[in-house]
Protein backbone atom coordinates (compact mmCIF):
# COMPACT_ATOMS: atom_id res chain seq x y z
CA UNK A 1 0.00 0.00 0.00
CA UNK A 2 3.10 2.36 0.97
CA UNK A 3 4.61 1.72 -2.61
CA UNK A 4 1.07 2.37 -4.06
CA UNK A 5 0.52 5.69 -2.27
CA UNK A 6 4.60 6.78 -3.10
CA UNK A 7 4.09 5.52 -6.85
CA UNK A 8 0.62 7.66 -6.78
CA UNK A 9 2.43 10.60 -5.89
CA UNK A 10 5.51 10.71 -7.48
CA UNK A 11 3.80 10.21 -10.69
CA UNK A 12 1.10 12.95 -10.37
CA UNK A 13 4.32 15.19 -9.08
CA UNK A 14 6.43 14.42 -12.12
CA UNK A 15 3.36 15.44 -14.49
CA UNK A 16 3.12 18.63 -12.69
CA UNK A 17 6.70 19.28 -12.80
CA UNK A 18 6.48 19.50 -16.95
CA UNK A 19 5.08 22.68 -16.30
CA UNK A 20 7.68 23.76 -14.52
CA UNK A 21 10.16 21.99 -17.13
CA UNK A 22 8.39 24.32 -20.04
CA UNK A 23 8.31 27.35 -18.59
CA UNK A 24 12.60 26.71 -17.85
CA UNK A 25 12.57 26.09 -21.42
CA UNK A 26 11.35 29.41 -22.33
CA UNK A 27 14.23 30.56 -20.40
CA UNK A 28 16.67 28.92 -22.19
CA UNK A 29 15.30 29.95 -25.83
CA UNK A 30 16.39 33.47 -24.71
CA UNK A 31 19.44 32.36 -22.72
CA UNK A 32 20.85 30.81 -25.99
CA UNK A 33 20.53 33.86 -28.18
CA UNK A 34 21.16 36.47 -26.04
CA UNK A 35 22.44 35.66 -22.91
CA UNK A 36 19.73 37.25 -21.07
CA UNK A 37 16.38 35.76 -19.66
CA UNK A 38 12.68 37.04 -18.63
CA UNK A 39 12.28 37.41 -14.80
CA UNK A 40 8.87 38.44 -15.62
CA UNK A 41 8.33 35.32 -17.98
CA UNK A 42 5.58 33.79 -14.77
CA UNK A 43 3.57 36.90 -15.64
CA UNK A 44 3.27 35.99 -19.44
CA UNK A 45 2.40 32.72 -18.20
CA UNK A 46 -0.48 34.40 -16.28
CA UNK A 47 -1.76 37.23 -18.63
CA UNK A 48 -1.52 34.84 -21.61
CA UNK A 49 -4.25 32.23 -19.29
CA UNK A 50 -6.34 35.67 -18.89
CA UNK A 51 -6.55 36.18 -22.48
CA UNK A 52 -6.98 32.87 -23.58
CA UNK A 53 -9.65 32.53 -20.65
CA UNK A 54 -11.28 35.07 -22.62
CA UNK A 55 -11.31 34.02 -25.63
CA UNK A 56 -13.35 30.76 -24.53
CA UNK A 57 -15.67 33.18 -22.62
CA UNK A 58 -16.48 34.71 -25.82
CA UNK A 59 -17.17 31.64 -27.28
CA UNK A 60 -14.37 30.18 -28.99
CA UNK A 61 -14.11 26.57 -28.94
CA UNK A 62 -11.49 25.25 -26.90
CA UNK A 63 -9.21 23.84 -30.19
CA UNK A 64 -9.50 26.63 -31.81
CA UNK A 65 -8.30 29.14 -28.68
CA UNK A 66 -5.19 27.22 -28.16
CA UNK A 67 -3.36 28.93 -31.39
CA UNK A 68 -5.25 32.42 -29.93
CA UNK A 69 -3.41 31.80 -26.98
CA UNK A 70 0.06 31.11 -28.45
CA UNK A 71 0.03 33.96 -31.06
CA UNK A 72 -0.93 36.57 -27.26
CA UNK A 73 1.77 34.87 -26.16
CA UNK A 74 4.03 35.45 -29.10
CA UNK A 75 3.55 38.61 -29.43
CA UNK A 76 4.28 39.67 -25.62
CA UNK A 77 7.15 38.10 -25.86
CA UNK A 78 8.11 40.24 -28.58
CA UNK A 79 6.80 43.07 -26.48
CA UNK A 80 9.13 42.24 -23.75
CA UNK A 81 12.37 41.79 -26.16
CA UNK A 82 11.37 45.17 -27.66
CA UNK A 83 10.97 47.36 -24.19
CA UNK A 84 13.15 45.71 -21.67
CA UNK A 85 15.72 43.85 -23.57
CA UNK A 86 17.21 45.65 -26.82
CA UNK A 87 18.73 48.24 -25.54
CA UNK A 88 20.37 47.06 -22.66
CA UNK A 89 22.10 44.35 -25.33
CA UNK A 90 23.11 47.11 -27.76
CA UNK A 91 24.59 49.06 -24.35
CA UNK A 92 26.07 45.49 -23.45
CA UNK A 93 24.63 46.12 -20.13
CA UNK A 94 22.63 44.18 -17.75
CA UNK A 95 20.10 46.70 -17.62
CA UNK A 96 17.38 43.95 -19.27
CA UNK A 97 17.51 42.04 -15.41
CA UNK A 98 15.58 45.11 -13.66
CA UNK A 99 13.78 46.23 -17.05
CA UNK A 100 12.22 42.62 -17.18
CA UNK A 101 11.41 42.91 -13.82
CA UNK A 102 9.56 45.94 -14.08
CA UNK A 103 7.50 44.86 -17.14
CA UNK A 104 6.15 41.82 -15.11
CA UNK A 105 5.35 44.50 -12.33
CA UNK A 106 3.21 46.03 -15.35
CA UNK A 107 1.67 42.61 -16.18
CA UNK A 108 0.43 41.58 -13.16
CA UNK A 109 -0.71 45.35 -12.03
CA UNK A 110 -2.52 45.25 -16.20
CA UNK A 111 -4.00 41.90 -15.21
CA UNK A 112 -5.64 43.22 -11.89
CA UNK A 113 -7.11 46.21 -12.97
CA UNK A 114 -8.57 44.15 -16.62
CA UNK A 115 -9.27 40.99 -15.28
CA UNK A 116 -9.59 41.34 -11.01
CA UNK A 117 -8.15 39.85 -8.50
CA UNK A 118 -10.25 36.47 -8.01
CA UNK A 119 -9.28 33.40 -8.75
CA UNK A 120 -11.54 32.01 -11.86
CA UNK A 121 -11.70 27.88 -13.31
CA UNK A 122 -10.90 27.18 -16.98
CA UNK A 123 -12.93 25.75 -18.51
CA UNK A 124 -11.67 22.73 -20.85
CA UNK A 125 -13.45 19.74 -22.88
CA UNK A 126 -10.72 17.27 -21.59
CA UNK A 127 -12.46 14.79 -18.82
CA UNK A 128 -10.34 14.76 -15.05
CA UNK A 129 -11.84 11.45 -14.48
CA UNK A 130 -8.87 9.23 -13.92
CA UNK A 131 -7.19 6.28 -16.02
CA UNK A 132 -5.62 3.55 -13.82
CA UNK A 133 -2.49 1.85 -15.46
CA UNK A 134 -0.26 -0.03 -13.34
CA UNK A 135 -1.43 0.60 -10.09
CA UNK A 136 -1.69 4.59 -10.66
CA UNK A 137 -4.37 6.61 -11.55
CA UNK A 138 -3.63 9.46 -14.04
CA UNK A 139 -6.43 11.59 -15.40
CA UNK A 140 -6.43 12.69 -18.83
CA UNK A 141 -5.66 16.46 -17.76
CA UNK A 142 -2.42 15.59 -16.34
CA UNK A 143 -1.98 13.60 -19.40
CA UNK A 144 -2.79 16.34 -21.68
CA UNK A 145 0.30 18.34 -19.86
CA UNK A 146 2.51 15.63 -21.00
CA UNK A 147 1.49 15.57 -24.59
CA UNK A 148 1.54 19.59 -24.81
CA UNK A 149 5.12 19.87 -23.09
CA UNK A 150 6.97 17.11 -25.37
CA UNK A 151 4.78 18.45 -28.25
CA UNK A 152 5.99 21.99 -28.03
CA UNK A 153 9.32 21.28 -27.22
CA UNK A 154 9.81 18.77 -30.06
CA UNK A 155 8.26 21.03 -32.43
CA UNK A 156 10.88 23.78 -31.86
CA UNK A 157 13.66 21.55 -31.16
CA UNK A 158 12.44 20.05 -35.00
CA UNK A 159 12.41 23.83 -36.20
CA UNK A 160 15.71 24.63 -35.55
CA UNK A 161 17.18 21.95 -36.79
CA UNK A 162 15.33 21.77 -39.99
CA UNK A 163 14.85 25.21 -41.33
CA UNK A 164 16.99 28.03 -42.50
CA UNK A 165 15.17 30.10 -39.49
CA UNK A 166 16.35 27.51 -37.12
CA UNK A 167 19.89 27.48 -38.28
CA UNK A 168 20.03 30.77 -37.94
CA UNK A 169 19.26 30.65 -34.51
CA UNK A 170 21.54 27.83 -33.51
CA UNK A 171 24.05 29.89 -35.45
CA UNK A 172 23.59 33.37 -32.64
CA UNK A 173 23.15 30.27 -30.40
CA UNK A 174 26.93 29.21 -31.03
CA UNK A 175 28.72 32.51 -31.96
CA UNK A 176 26.60 35.75 -32.02
CA UNK A 177 29.48 37.77 -33.95
CA UNK A 178 30.51 35.18 -36.15
CA UNK A 179 27.01 34.65 -37.43
CA UNK A 180 26.45 38.56 -37.80
CA UNK A 181 29.83 38.40 -40.23
CA UNK A 182 28.21 35.89 -42.23
CA UNK A 183 24.65 37.99 -42.61
CA UNK A 184 22.91 36.62 -40.04
CA UNK A 185 20.73 39.34 -38.10
CA UNK A 186 21.05 38.38 -34.63
CA UNK A 187 18.68 41.34 -33.70
CA UNK A 188 15.86 39.47 -35.70
CA UNK A 189 17.05 36.27 -33.75
CA UNK A 190 16.53 37.41 -30.40
CA UNK A 191 13.41 38.96 -31.37
CA UNK A 192 12.51 35.36 -32.58
CA UNK A 193 14.19 33.54 -29.54
CA UNK A 194 11.66 35.87 -27.37
CA UNK A 195 8.69 34.94 -29.63
CA UNK A 196 8.71 31.52 -29.11
CA UNK A 197 9.40 31.96 -24.94
CA UNK A 198 6.38 33.82 -25.12
CA UNK A 199 4.35 31.40 -27.17
CA UNK A 200 5.66 28.69 -24.36
CA UNK A 201 4.88 30.22 -21.99
CA UNK A 202 0.94 30.78 -23.25
CA UNK A 203 0.75 26.75 -23.53
CA UNK A 204 1.87 26.75 -20.00
CA UNK A 205 -0.29 28.74 -18.82
CA UNK A 206 -3.05 27.09 -20.99
CA UNK A 207 -2.34 23.48 -19.58
CA UNK A 208 -1.81 23.98 -16.03
CA UNK A 209 -4.93 26.06 -15.28
CA UNK A 210 -7.47 23.66 -15.84
CA UNK A 211 -5.91 21.62 -13.31
CA UNK A 212 -5.20 24.90 -11.02
CA UNK A 213 -7.15 28.08 -11.71
CA UNK A 214 -6.46 31.13 -14.03
CA UNK A 215 -5.39 34.37 -10.66
CA UNK A 216 -2.89 37.24 -10.63
CA UNK A 217 -0.58 35.20 -8.31
CA UNK A 218 -0.88 31.84 -10.11
CA UNK A 219 2.65 32.11 -11.20
CA UNK A 220 4.01 33.27 -8.34
CA UNK A 221 5.32 29.68 -6.99
CA UNK A 222 5.72 28.47 -10.39
CA UNK A 223 8.16 30.95 -11.57
CA UNK A 224 10.46 30.15 -8.89
CA UNK A 225 10.07 26.29 -9.68
CA UNK A 226 10.91 26.79 -13.35
CA UNK A 227 13.90 29.09 -12.65
CA UNK A 228 15.25 26.39 -10.04
CA UNK A 229 14.23 23.49 -12.88
CA UNK A 230 16.69 25.66 -15.52
CA UNK A 231 19.46 26.58 -12.86
CA UNK A 232 19.78 22.84 -11.60
CA UNK A 233 19.46 21.11 -15.02
CA UNK A 234 21.89 24.16 -17.03
CA UNK A 235 21.02 26.94 -19.42
CA UNK A 236 21.55 25.20 -22.47
CA UNK A 237 20.91 21.81 -21.19
CA UNK A 238 17.81 21.48 -23.82
CA UNK A 239 15.65 18.37 -22.61
CA UNK A 240 17.15 17.89 -19.12
CA UNK A 241 14.94 20.16 -17.89
CA UNK A 242 12.45 17.64 -18.60
CA UNK A 243 13.98 15.32 -16.44
CA UNK A 244 14.72 18.06 -13.47
CA UNK A 245 11.18 19.28 -13.55
CA UNK A 246 9.71 15.55 -13.20
CA UNK A 247 12.07 15.30 -10.40
CA UNK A 248 11.57 18.16 -8.74
CA UNK A 249 7.61 17.53 -9.41
CA UNK A 250 8.20 13.93 -7.45
CA UNK A 251 10.18 15.48 -4.64
CA UNK A 252 7.33 18.59 -4.14
CA UNK A 253 4.60 16.27 -4.24
CA UNK A 254 6.35 13.11 -1.79
CA UNK A 255 7.40 16.11 0.71
CA UNK A 256 4.46 17.77 0.71
CA UNK A 257 2.70 14.27 1.96
CA UNK A 258 4.84 12.96 4.20
CA UNK A 259 6.26 16.38 5.65
CA UNK A 260 3.09 18.59 5.49
CA UNK A 261 2.51 21.71 2.54
CA UNK A 262 4.76 23.40 4.35
CA UNK A 263 7.39 21.34 3.28
CA UNK A 264 6.33 22.42 -0.51
CA UNK A 265 8.50 24.38 -1.75
CA UNK A 266 11.57 23.15 0.25
CA UNK A 267 12.72 20.71 -2.71
CA UNK A 268 12.96 23.52 -5.04
CA UNK A 269 15.29 25.31 -2.68
CA UNK A 270 17.31 22.57 -2.09
CA UNK A 271 18.14 21.66 -5.17
CA UNK A 272 19.02 25.08 -6.56
CA UNK A 273 21.30 25.93 -3.48
CA UNK A 274 22.87 22.64 -4.02
CA UNK A 275 23.16 23.29 -7.97
CA UNK A 276 24.81 26.60 -7.46
CA UNK A 277 27.13 25.14 -4.80
CA UNK A 278 28.53 21.99 -6.48
CA UNK A 279 27.66 22.50 -10.22
CA UNK A 280 27.27 26.47 -11.46
CA UNK A 281 26.42 25.25 -14.69
CA UNK A 282 23.90 22.63 -14.26
CA UNK A 283 23.43 19.17 -14.28
CA UNK A 284 23.03 18.87 -17.50
CA UNK A 285 25.04 22.03 -18.60
CA UNK A 286 28.57 22.82 -20.68
CA UNK A 287 31.17 23.74 -18.80
CA UNK A 288 32.13 27.49 -19.84
CA UNK A 289 35.23 27.88 -21.44
CA UNK A 290 36.93 31.44 -21.43
CA UNK A 291 39.66 32.57 -23.81
CA UNK A 292 42.54 35.25 -21.64
Not at 35 to 56: C, D, R
Not at 213 to 240: E, H, N, Q, R
Amino acid sequence: MNVQIIGQMAVSGALMGLVYALIAYGFQLTYATSKSINFGQGELVMVSAFFSLTLTNLGLPYWAMIPGGLLFGALMGLIVERAAVRLALEQKSEGWILLTIILGLFFFSSAENIWGRDDRPFPTPISADPIHVLGVDVTRLELSVAVGVIAIMGAIELFKRRTLLGKAFEAVSADRDAAELMGISATRTVMLSYALSGAVAALAGILVSPITTVGPTMASALILKAFSVAVVAGLDSGFGVVLIGMCLGALESLASFYLGSGWREAPGLVLLILALALRPNGVFGKATIRKV
